[in-house]
């Protein structure tokens, strides 16, 4: 006996059946949302998975090789929505190109090369993120971020309880000698659990976590960074996390804090958590994060001064502070007086400093001095610009948004004194396309692109299409079985 069935019609023309959809069917329909839609799943890969490619030698190549498969999937799906404020962005890889005339050995020019592939692949994660329309999008960002998170916490541990473990890998011994020589592409190459400092001082050795990245100052700044999104775990249900389990890292996540003695990255993470409490507090108009913070500002003392720990960090501290701030200074002051002779386009990449030939090269210990010293002045107010622009903006209604623009808040404050590269620029550009994101939507595009992109109405329209073709296609099948 023949199945009977009725069947309307859609406003497109397409005849689409009314009986019940099988599971399978439902199945196929919703996996094709979520590809045609965007999860983001690409981007979770490039934050969750650089501890995978640091063990493997192959950090400073992931987050290229993604960019690709991001831009298949733009290209695929033909959608370029780009945020308000991207033109900054655009001209600072302008100058940065620019500043490759300055380039005057076959090393340099590779690192000049990989900084700016980098940059590059950072633009195509913030058009690939704003053209993600599924619900799933903002969540399994979130959950690469708090992956990444959990890995450097473990990385921390590692490091406390084994300092000196360290290992070569395959492509640190089949990359050119001019390359593989450059002491900050030699670091991402061969992984090392801790950063172990003797200071010349005294002689202290100081053993301080550095894994799953190379420095340990990267290490306390992408701890500082990756923190806020604990607490959207903590408020946002959809997340998945439990609130005990969140609970429970925080605590953990303490003790290598500590012992990796960063300054920056405790007084950065300490302005974002207050701030971030603050903004809460004033928008829904609760005072519990102020209860909150009170809570913890007295067992932290409780902690600090019953278990000795304060008189340990402050002697510690103590010990690194002469070399730290005398490097940090030096340092400063020349790349200051030596990017003021080449303004425009800088010198491409760092060099040696000619008043401390053995410490650090020129363009270093800091975002804004690295920008500065290769790629002139005003690469360096663009690029702040555009993340500053990004941070005033951001509306960040949700939870997820709120500590996404807390995110951002720490890592401006970073830009003094952390470099952003290879994975904190990454960082800031997922907790850009966050904090200026509803969820499941996205902002309006930017107006001056409305007359070269496909307005939101073509899009939906045809993917309204598409899927009752798939419906359709799915139930015809089904029927003449």
């Known amino acids: 006996m023949a199945n009977s069935e009725t069947s309307t019609a859609t406003p497109n023309g397409v005849k689409q ?49 993604v960019a690709l498969l991001m831009v298949n999937w733009l290209v695929n799906n033909s959608i370029f929505r780009v945020p308000q404020g991207t033109i900054f962005y655009v001209l600072f890889l302008v100058l940065v190109a620019g500043s490759a005339i300055n380039l005057t050995t076959p090393g340099r020019a590779a690192l000049f090369a990989m900084r700016t592939s980098w940059y590059v692949s950072a633009l195509v994660c913030l058009v690939y993120l ?12 979130v959950r690469g971020f708090l992956a990444l998170w959990v890995l450097t916490i473990v990385g921390g541990y590692l490091a406390v309880l084994t300092p000196e473990l360290a290992w070569s890998t395959p492509i640190s011994k089949i990359l050119p000698a001019f390359v593989a020589e450059n002491e900050f592409i030699f670091d991402l190459i061969t992984p090392r659990a801790a950063e172990i400092q003797v200071f010349k001082y005294d002689g202290v050795v100081l053993n301080r976590p550095a894994a799953p990245f190379p420095y340990t100052n990267a290490w306390g700044s992408v701890m500082a960074l990756t923190t806020p999104f604990a607490f959207s775990a903590w408020q946002d249900r959809n997340v998945g996390v439990p609130k005990l389990v969140v609970a429970v890292l925080l605590a953990a996540a303490c003790v290598p ?30 005072p519990r994060p102020f209860y909150f913070l009170a809570i913890l500002a007295v067992i932290g003392t409780a902690v ?49 400093n000619p008043v401390n030939p053995s410490g650090p090269p020129l363009g270093t210990h800091g975002q804004f001095w690295a920008i500065l010293y290769a790629h002139g002045i005003f690469a360096v107010i663009l690029y702040c610009g555009f993340f500053a622009q990004g941070f005033v903006t951001a509306k960040a209604s949700t939870p997820i948004a709120h500590w996404a623009k807390v995110t951002l808040l720490i890592g401006l ?3 003094p004194l952390y470099g952003h590269l290879p994975h904190q620029l990454f960082i800031m550009i997922g907790a850009l396309a966050l904090a200026n994101r509803a969820t499941g939507e996205l ?14 109405e073509s899009i939906s329209s045809q993917r309204s299409s598409d899927l009752s073709s798939v419906q359709a296609a799915t139930s015809t099948t089904t029927a003449g079985q």
Do not use: C
Not at 269 to 277: A, K, S
């Open 413 to 415: 404050l970073q830009i």
């Open 443 to 456: 902002p309006a595009p930017h107006p001056a692109a409305r007359t070269t992109l496909r307005s939101d």
């Open 130 to 141: 704003y053209n993600q329309r599924s619900k799933f999008a903002t969540v399994t960002v």
């Open 304 to 352: 600090v001064l019953g278990t000795g720990v304060l008189e340990t960090a402050l002697s510690q501290l103590e010990v690194r502070a002469g070399d730290s701030n005398e490097t940090r200074t030096t340092l400063y002051v020349e790349t200051i007086r030596q990017a003021a002779n080449s303004p425009m386009i800088g010198y491409g990449s760092p060099l040696p």
């Open 17 to 65: 059946s009314d009986r019940i959809i099988d599971p399978g069917q439902q199945r196929r329909i919703e996996k094709f949302k979520r590809s045609s839609d965007g999860t983001a799943a690409l981007f979770a890969v490039i934050i969750g998975g650089y501890p995978i490619a640091w063990a493997l030698g192959l950090a400073p190549l992931l987050s290229v090789a």
């Open 257 to 286: 804090f500590y012992y990796a003695l960063n300054r920056g990255a405790w007084l950065t993470l300490g302005v974002g958590i207050i701030y971030g409490l603050t903004r809460y507090a004033a928008i829904r108009r609760d």
